[in-house]
């Protein structure tokens, strides 16, 4: 009965997936599916050599300082950085002093309430404070940029496949659309407010290139800010702020590793060991 | 429920004779985990799987229960709250890393084992309640990594819960408010974050309690073996401990080894990128895929494209995806086949490989955009799914010759080390 059962069923799934399989080929063949802009003309990430990268990597703490001052001078103005807190900063190597001024002098204060009256204001950013956000409210960041609200950095370089070298790609992936494309896509010209970035899902980006020209930072460190080093510092200082513990978990990682494969000979010379007079013939 | 040459506990101690008089658990561990608990001597590596399971769900457990300290179930800090165990808890990065891919190790050892009993045949009688017990831990399993995903409140989890709610969606009349009582609202917000946050924690110990079950169900036949045949005598077993406690130790080992890999050097490896977007309900992610350990079922889901009469499609896929695991539920009755072990059995030994790589694809596509051709792919992989367990399977278990079974344990395993003059009579099993 069971088996009487079961063959009746799996006879009408397998089937009918069968005919659904024949239908949809029969459509495959006579309309094949058209191509899309995105398909034929979206790029993946370049390749760029990071010092993190790899089970032992670390990162750069004077790549990190200038990754940060790009930050603060440019993606700042449009957008929050909101799981990252000046504090966090020492890690970059700045003494507890640096980030106090850093704070003091970030030029987006933090919403506070006036201590006399209980109305709204703001006050200078401290250490233990978040990065304040350069908008009040979604609203007023959509309002301000042309309808596109610009995301959350601290995340960034988790939030997308490739991450680091996606933001890198990103930065320096605008460009003129190919006229290849328009010709195979007439329908396909960037809309007016956009700009034209292979490298992002849709091709079509709401935010102008941020970095533009050479010596668009100036460096303490002597480093020539080509747009190509701004947006590898950058993109290095993104993915510190998504992954802060990158360091500690790569060592944590070794230590760890080295400890289970003694634990785990010695686990298999002992499992040998108590096997020894079962595992021979007798 | 043992076998009569089983080493009996005789404490030594007086503390533990005072115990044992009292309350005999030292005494149910020895006979379930130690040396009174007597196991086939040829178990290969496939049968470590079992204690890995339980391994995987300590970690789970454990690290589930510290992350919890830092968690808030709610839709406005959900997301933070997880961040910010994540940078400024101590450690918080590792339990939350341990935790995520645990639960994928925890479904690579569980398919294993899964693997192994359906390849050996650890379903047929005697054993149908260890399988049909093991088949209950899997589904609540799924569920709790189901709710678990939801927790951080990223974009996966978010359409995730939205899709898989949507499912009961599918069914006729009562489908839509079944959906909203799930969600406890019309689509996933706060109710719902609170109630798979609470199930969340609590499911991991239903789990444990039904291994408690599926050990207790197992030791009363006592474990199988890869040639299928059961035990005749003291020759043919070892006890558990220290034999198995020591290979299971270095099985322990090779676990943790891989765990740790992934864990300290990619841990977003098995992660989808969306789920580090906070959720927002007003932006529908490109493809929304589950985690990989649901992509077979996913896949099979979404093969279904065409109605059958009044049947919508998307009814069938979700019949066709919760029958895919139930089916399992009757192996032991579709297999009639009287050998155990698929080394000996010829015909089904093609199929069942052939199964296995159809799974593996299903996996593939299930993680693929549903787009063409993968979902013609998937057509056929789904419907090779339901044929082999439910078609192909009854009928070779009929129709096959099996190849000669060793006459015993010992045998096969004397055969392997170089003695095969058939000196070794089996002493029967009193």
């Known amino acids: 009965m069971v088996r009487i059962g079961a063959f009746l069923v799996g006879l009408f799934f397998a089937g009918w997936l069968f005919i659904s399989f024949l239908i949809g080929a029969v459509a495959y063949v006579s309309e094949p599916p058209v191509p899309t802009v995105e398909k034929a003309f979206h790029e993946l990430p370049k390749h760029v050599a990071y010092s993190f990268d790899g089970p032992l990597g670390h990162y750069d703490k004077q790549q990190l300082q200038r990754g940060f001052q790009v930050f603060k001078e440019v993606c700042s103005a449009c957008h929050s950085l909101k799981f990252v807190a000046f504090r966090d900063l020492e890690a970059l190597g700045y003494n507890e002093a640096e980030v106090k001024a850093i704070a003091k002098q970030w030029a987006i204060k933090t919403p506070s309430v006036d201590p006399a009256t209980g109305e709204a204001s703001t006050r200078e950013p401290v250490p233990s404070d978040y990065f304040p956000k350069p908008f009040a409210n979604n609203v007023a960041a959509a309002a301000a940029n042309n309808n596109a609200i610009p995301p959350d950095l601290s995340l960034m370089t988790k939030a997308r496949h490739h991450g680091s070298a996606y933001v890198y790609s990103l930065l320096t992936g605008y460009q003129a659309q190919p006229a290849e494309l328009l010709k195979e896509f007439p329908d396909a010209k960037t809309p007016e407010g956009l700009h034209y970035n292979p490298y992002f899902a849709n091709l079509n980006l709401a935010m102008a290139p941020p970095l533009t020209a050479e010596g668009q930072v100036t460096y303490g460190d002597g480093t020539k800010p080509t747009v190509d080093q701004m947006a590898q510092d950058v993109s290095a200082f993104l993915t510190w702020t998504a992954e802060p513990k990158l360091e500690n978990r790569h060592r944590a990682g070794l230590a760890t590793l080295i400890f289970l494969l003694i634990a785990t000979g010695l686990a298999y010379m002992s499992y040998q060991n108590i096997w020894a007079d079962k595992k021979k013939a007798a | 429920m043992s076998f009569p040459w089983a080493e009996q506990y005789t404490p030594k101690n007086p503390v533990m004779v005072w115990i044992d008089d009292k309350l005999p658990l030292p005494r149910l561990a020895y006979n379930a985990v130690g040396a009174g608990y007597p196991v086939p001597r040829n178990l290969n590596y496939f049968w470590n799987f079992g204690v890995l399971a339980g391994l995987a769900l300590m970690i789970q457990i454990v690290t589930g229960v510290i992350m919890a300290m830092h968690y808030g179930a709610n839709d406005l800090v959900a997301f933070s709250t997880v961040e910010q165990t994540m940078r400024d808890v101590n450690a918080g990065w590792l339990m939350r890393y341990a935790h995520a891919n645990g639960a994928s190790f925890f479904f690579i050892v569980v398919y294993l ?211 895919s695991i139930l089916l399992l539920f009757f192996l032991p009755w579709l297999d009639t086949s009287p050998v155990r072990s698929g080394k000996y059995r010829p015909t089904f030994n093609k199929f069942f490989w052939i199964l296995v790589i159809d799974v593996l694809i299903l996996g593939w596509l299930g993680g693929a955009p549903a787009e063409e051709p993968f979902v013609m792919m998937s057509q056929v992989a789904a419907a090779y799914y339901f044929a082999h367990f439910l078609i192909i399977l009854p009928l070779i278990s009929r129709s096959e010759k099996p190849l000669p079974l060793p006459g015993s344990i010992t045998e096969a395993v004397l055969a392997k080390y170089g003695k095969t003059d058939g000196a070794t009579v089996a002493v029967p099993a009193e």
């Open chain 2, 113 to 323: 084992h899964i693997f192994r009993g359906l390849y050996f045949g650890s379903y047929k009688a005697p054993r149908e309640m260890v399988w049909l017990l093991g088949l209950v831990i899997f589904l609540l399993m799924m569920a709790t990594a189901f709710m678990g995903y939801v927790l951080p409140w990223g974009q996966m989890s978010y359409w995730g819960a939205k899709v898989i709610t949507g499912l009961f969606g599918a069914i006729p009349v009562v489908g839509e408010p079944i959906q909203t009582w799930l969600l406890g609202g019309f689509a996933p917000g706060n109710a719902s974050l609170n109630r798979f946050f609470s199930l969340h924690f609590l499911l991991p110990f239903v789990i444990a309690g039904v291994i408690i079950l599926h050990i207790w169900a197992l030791h009363i036949p006592g474990s199988s073996n890869p040639t299928g045949v059961e035990v005749k005598g003291p020759q043919d077993t070892v006890p558990f401990h220290p034999y198995y406690t020591a290979k299971d130790g270095f099985g322990a080992g090779v676990f943790l080894i891989a765990f740790c890999a992934l864990l300290f050097f990619a841990p977003n490896f098995l992660g989808h990128p969306d789920n580090y977007i906070e959720a927002n309900p007003l932006s529908t992610p490109a493809h929304i895929v589950p985690e990989w350990y649901f992509w077979p079922f996913y896949a099979i889901l979404r093969a279904f494209t065409v109605d059958f009469f009044f049947v919508p499609a998307k009814l069938l896929g979700v019949l066709a995806m919760f029958a």
